[in-house]
């Protein structure tokens, strides 16, 4: 009969670590991925021509980014890991052709300051949501209904068009990612699975914790720069 494996806590600890290392490289692929067909998509006259001449092609491509993130949440137990990849890669590059806009929008100056804002903020909140001893998950559930919140603001602002609204949500919102970026952290830390590491199911627990974080990442830019961001 096979007999229970038993890590040593050291063990344990460092194979989290190689995970979380494993999350946060496939965020930061992601990342690099977006940003760099943003920049492409924003240098091509034609492709922005297209994205503002056909609104309904625009709204295409939202709402596959969507159907994107709702197959790799929903379905991952089903992919294959190489699957799971492919599908969040390809969000990555369909995120950065919407993205591309902010380059026609705001300077490309406040682009980067706001970019590195972005990624100091989100170092700190995600190292403080590894070591802490805090259990974060009441704290997350609050954001999340926070989060809803926004979500639902922001909707309704989209009639009213209404300045103080506007900054309220913007500010609340920055808060609300702030604090989920720690939470999301923890809980990838707590989820991954220890004894699993080179496994289908740990590549794809890989891939679910760096969408979770990069979306959070993008989230946040996109809200402080709406604070920083100096407009064209």
């Given at each position: 009969?096979?007999?229970?494996?038993h890590?040593s806590?050291f063990?344990?600890?460092?194979?989290?670590?190689r995970f979380?290392?494993?999350?946060?490289?496939?965020m930061?692929?992601?990342?690099?991925v977006t940003?760099g067909?943003?920049?492409?998509?924003?240098?091509k006259q034609?492709?922005?021509?297209?994205l503002f001449s056909?609104p309904?092609?625009?709204f295409?491509?939202?709402?596959?980014?969507?159907?994107?993130?709702?197959?790799l949440v929903?379905?991952v137990q089903?992919?294959s890991a190489?699957?799971?990849t492919?599908v969040?890669?390809?969000?990555s590059?369909l995120n950065?052709?919407?993205?591309?806009?902010?380059f026609?929008?705001?300077?490309?100056?406040?682009i980067?300051?706001t970019?590195?804002?972005?990624?100091?903020t989100?170092?700190i909140?995600?190292?403080?949501?590894y070591f802490?001893?805090r259990d974060?998950?009441?704290t997350?559930?609050?954001?999340?209904m926070?989060?809803?919140?926004v979500?639902?603001?922001s909707?309704?602002?989209m009639f009213?068009?209404n300045e103080?609204?506007?900054?309220?949500?913007?500010?609340?919102?920055?808060?609300?990612?702030?604090?989920?970026?720690?939470y999301d952290t923890?809980?990838?830390?707590?989820?991954?699975?220890?004894g699993?590491?080179?496994t289908?199911?740990?590549?794809?627990?890989?891939i679910?914790?760096?969408?979770?974080l990069y979306?959070d990442?993008i989230?946040?830019?996109?809200?402080?720069?709406r604070?920083?961001g100096k407009?064209?």
């Amino acid at each position: 009969m096979n007999q229970p494996v038993h890590y040593s806590p050291f063990d344990a600890a460092a194979e989290t670590q190689r995970f979380i290392v494993k999350v946060y490289s496939w965020m930061s692929f992601a990342l690099i991925v977006t940003g760099g067909v943003a920049v492409w998509t924003a240098s091509k006259q034609e492709v922005i021509r297209m994205l503002f001449s056909t609104p309904w092609f625009f709204f295409i491509l939202i709402i596959a980014e969507f159907a994107l993130v709702a197959s790799l949440v929903g379905w991952v137990q089903k992919m294959s890991a190489q699957a799971a990849t492919i599908v969040f890669v390809l969000y990555s590059v369909l995120n950065g052709i919407t993205l591309s806009v902010i380059f026609l929008v705001y300077t490309t100056d406040s682009i980067a300051s706001t970019f590195f804002i972005t990624a100091g903020t989100f170092a700190i909140m995600s190292a403080y949501g590894y070591f802490t001893k805090r259990d974060l998950t009441s704290t997350g559930n609050l954001l999340f209904m926070g989060l809803i919140g926004v979500i639902l603001a922001s909707f309704v602002n989209m009639f009213f068009q209404n300045e103080t609204l506007y900054w309220i949500v913007t500010s609340v919102g920055i808060a609300i990612f702030v604090g989920l970026i720690a939470y999301d952290t923890q809980k990838i830390k707590n989820l991954n699975v220890i004894g699993n590491e080179g496994t289908e199911e740990d590549k794809k627990e890989a891939i679910i914790g760096a969408l979770t974080l990069y979306l959070d990442f993008i989230n946040l830019f996109l809200m402080l720069l709406r604070l920083f961001g100096k407009r064209r």
